[in-house]
Structures are given as C-alpha cells and as structure tokens.
C-alpha cells in the first residue's frame, strides 16, 4: 500500500481535528475508508466528507469514482469542502 | 495571503483547462480585475475596470454583501478563506462565460479574510454590447462562482456559535 498524506482545508479541517494525517491506502476510496474509520461513529466528519470533493497531487479527482483512483507512492490527498463564496 | 488582482494580461493557462489559442488571446484582453485578496473592495475601482470599451452598451455589476442574519440567527460577521488554487478555477467560470456570451470586458473579484456586516465580498463585473447578455453572464458568473470556486465561509452568530456555510448539508 501507498504511504499517503490526507490534508483537510476548511469544516474539513476542523471536523477531522487535524490539518494533516499521514495513512496507507491503494486507492481513493481505500483512504476515505481508513480516515472515516479512524473516526468511527463522528457524524460531523462523515457529513462534512460526504459534501467534499477531493484533489490528488493537485488535481480534481471528481470526475472519477473513488475506487477507480490510484494513489502513487507519497500522494497527497486534499479534502476540499462544500463551497461557500458569494 | 497577500492581495493579487491578477491583471488579465501575462497569465499563464490556468490548469484543467485548454482553450484554443484565438480564445484565450480573447480572454487575455476582456479579463481586467480577476482574483481574491484581503484588501476591501471597491465598487467604482471595478466598474471603472470595464467602463472603457466603446463596444460595451450595457455594464451588468453585482455585489454579494455581508448580511446580518441566516435561517433567522443573527449574524455577527463572517470569515472567507480560500484553497490556493483558486484563482485557477475563478479563472476557468469567467473563461466559460467569455466562450458563450459577447463579453467585451469582465472582472470577478472576491475578499478573503474577516468581514464585518455590510462588507461587500464579491464583486462581478460584464461590460457587453447589449444589457440581457450582460445581466446573463453576470449571474452565470456569481452561480458559478458559489458552486465551483474553492471559497468557504465561517460565519459567526450573535449567541457565539458559529458554522461552516454549507459544510454539513
């Protein structure tokens, strides 16, 4: 598995509690799965992950489905949560 | 992070998006105030921004303001923030307007930071030869703009609560 860091911006970052965590996982969805594991039961963070969307190395992961991401060796995730201006 | 209203001139192609080169030579000289900084923003420095073009019939100018209440709770104020590439994707929603709408001049600015009640926060700008498509492309722009622009509010109400805008649904 890929050695991966999940850095939150936002509500995302206060309702995971850190700005930063570093995990292990295959693929996108693999690492919403491990960070929502690691918070169990906290509906805030699963409400806030549920309306964010998500950049790897920089770019909009969007457009594919979770499971279909693969994460190189020292990807960065970022959580972008529901936006907000105007 | 420091004020930086991008001149429209000189910018490089903004990322995820490749437009022909007679488009974005189009977009280099229509595009006058773009980007989100810190400084308060000024109504007349933005108008004037796509006043000058004797192709341009109708100014269509929008200004989203701080207001004092939400769902019925009384606002205090507000903080804006953004993620770094913003003015990557601020760019891409005034380009896609450029592409369908006439537009002779556009600006699009947005503040960052705290912001107390009656503080305008973004300021949309489309100078076009006629005003309906002046008034479509400016509110396709703010639409855009609240949906795909990595912007967040944290607004604080009067009994010191406090919410993400939109974060949780």
């Known amino acids: 598995m ?4 999940v850095r939150y911006w936002a509500a995302a970052k206060e309702a995971a509690n850190t700005a930063e965590e570093i995990i292990s996982a295959d693929t ?3 690492a919403l799965d491990v960070v929502s594991g690691k918070r169990a039961g906290d509906s805030r963070f699963a409400a806030v992950l ?14 594919h489905a979770p499971e279909t991401v693969m994460l190189p060796e020292n990807a960065f995730i970022e959580v972008l949560p529901a936006f907000a201006g105007g | 992070m420091t004020l930086a209203w991008a001149d429209g001139a000189g910018q490089g192609p903004s990322r995820g998006t490749v437009l022909p080169l007679v488009a974005r030579l189009r977009s280099m000289e229509v595009i006058r105030m773009l980007g989100v900084g810190e400084t308060p923003l000024s109504v007349a420095d933005v108008y004037a921004s796509v006043a000058d073009v ?6 269509a100018l929008f200004s989203g303001v701080v207001r004092n209440e939400d769902d019925g709770r009384a606002v205090t104020d507000l903080g804006y923030s953004a993620h770094p590439s913003v003015e990557t994707y601020l760019r891409e929603v005034v380009e896609k307007a450029i592409a369908q709408y006439p537009i002779q ?5 947005h503040r960052i930071g705290d912001l107390k009640i009656g503080e305008i926060a973004v300021i949309v700008a489309v100078a076009c030869p006629k005003r309906g498509e002046a008034f479509d492309a400016c509110r396709q722009i703010i639409d855009q703009i609240k949906d795909t622009v990595p912007i967040w509010k944290h607004q604080r109400f009067a009994d010191g609560d406090a919410e993400w805008v939109g974060a949780e649904g």
Request: aromatic share 4%; hydrophobic share 45%; glycine share 12%.
């Open chain 1, 28 to 30: 996108l969805a693999d």
């Open chain 2, 54 to 59: 004797p192709t341009a019939g109708g100014i």
């Open chain 1, 2 to 5: 890929a050695r991966v860091t």
């Open chain 2, 105 to 109: 001049a556009v600006s699009a600015v």
């Open chain 1, 50 to 63: 549920a309306r964010s969307s998500f950049l790897v190395n920089g770019t909009q992961a969007g457009r």
